[in-house]
C-alpha cells in the first residue's frame, strides 16, 4: 500500500470539517484532529475516493469504518484530555483510534475480529500512531489495565457494559451507544464517584453489533 497524503486530501479534509462543524461538532480539538488523520488510508481500495464523503465503508469481517460524523460525536462527547489513558472497544480499522492519538491520549484499544486486529496492530505504527492493541472481548475490558480515564465503545452493546462501568475511573466518562442491531442511543456515563453513576442519552445512531467472545 502506497502510504500518500497530498494537498488534495488535505482539501478533503477540510470540507470534511467544514460539514461537521454545520452538524454541530463545536470541540476545535476534536474538528483538528479529523482534519489531520488521513482517513483515505484507512479505506479498502475500492472506497478510497468516497474517504472524506460523510458515510461508514465496509473494512472487511463485515465490519465498518464508522461515520465521520460520528466518530466527531462521540470523541466530543468523550471529552479526552492529553495524557488521559482511553480504553476503546472496537478497534476496527483503528481510524478512531488514530483521532484519539491525536487528542493525545494514551491509547489501550481491544478487537474481537483476529483478522482486523492483526491488520491494524501492523498499519497504525506506520502511519506514526501508537496505541496498546489487544486481541479479546471487549465485554470484559482490559481489568489488568484499568482502571481507565475515559472508555470508548464503537459498537453496539445491548446494554451498559457493566464490567467497563467497573474499569472507570471516578471522574472517568464512558461513552457507547445501547440499542438493538439496527438503531442505539448513544450513552453517556459519568462515574463522578464509585457510588454516584450518572446516565445521560445522546441522539440515535447505528452502529455494527458488540458481540461476545473473540473469532479467530
Ligand atoms: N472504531 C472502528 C469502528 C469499527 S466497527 C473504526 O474507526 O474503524 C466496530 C468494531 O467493533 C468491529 O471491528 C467489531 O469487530 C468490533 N467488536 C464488536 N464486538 C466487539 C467486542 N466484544 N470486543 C471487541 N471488539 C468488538
Given at each position: 500500500m502506497e502510504i500518500r497524503d497530498d494537498f488534495r486530501h488535505k482539501g478533503l479534509r477540510n470540507k470534511l470539517v467544514q460539514h461537521l462543524r454545520g452538524k454541530g461538532i463545536t470541540d476545535e480539538a476534536v474538528l483538528k484532529a479529523i482534519g489531520t488523520v488521513p482517513r483515505h488510508?484507512?479505506?479498502?481500495?475500492?472506497?478510497?475516493?468516497?474517504s472524506y464523503a460523510d458515510k461508514a465503508f465496509p473494512i472487511g469481517a463485515g465490519q465498518t469504518i464508522s461515520q465521520?460524523?460520528?466518530?466527531?460525536?462521540?470523541?466530543?462527547?468523550?471529552?479526552?484530555?492529553?495524557?488521559?489513558k482511553v480504553l476503546e472497544?472496537?478497534?476496527?480499522?483503528?481510524?478512531q483510534t488514530a483521532v484519539l492519538l491525536e487528542l493525545g491520549a494514551i491509547v489501550y484499544t481491544i478487537e474481537r475480529q483476529r483478522e482486523l486486529f492483526l491488520k491494524t496492530q501492523s498499519f497504525l505504527p506506520l502511519l506514526g500512531y501508537k496505541a496498546y492493541f489487544f486481541f479479546g472481548d471487549g465485554y470484559e475490558g482490559l481489568p489488568a489495565y484499568a482502571p481507565f480515564d475515559r472508555i470508548l465503545v464503537t459498537a453496539a452493546a445491548d446494554k451498559i457494559p457493566q464490567n467497563l462501568v467497573l474499569q472507570l475511573k471516578p471522574g472517568g466518562r464512558m461513552v457507547v451507544p445501547v440499542g438493538n442491531d439496527k438503531l442505539q442511543t448513544m450513552t453517556l456515563i459519568e462515574k463522578i464517584t464509585d457510588e454516584d453513576i450518572r446516565i445521560t442519552e445522546h441522539g440515535t445512531f447505528s452502529f455494527v453489533p458488540m458481540l461476545p467472545g473473540r473469532v479467530s
Open positions: 488510508l484507512f479505506m479498502e481500495s475500492s472506497f478510497i475516493r468516497f465521520p460524523y460520528t466518530v466527531a460525536f462521540q470523541t466530543q462527547l468523550l471529552e479526552v484530555e492529553r495524557f488521559q472497544v472496537g478497534t476496527g480499522s483503528g481510524y
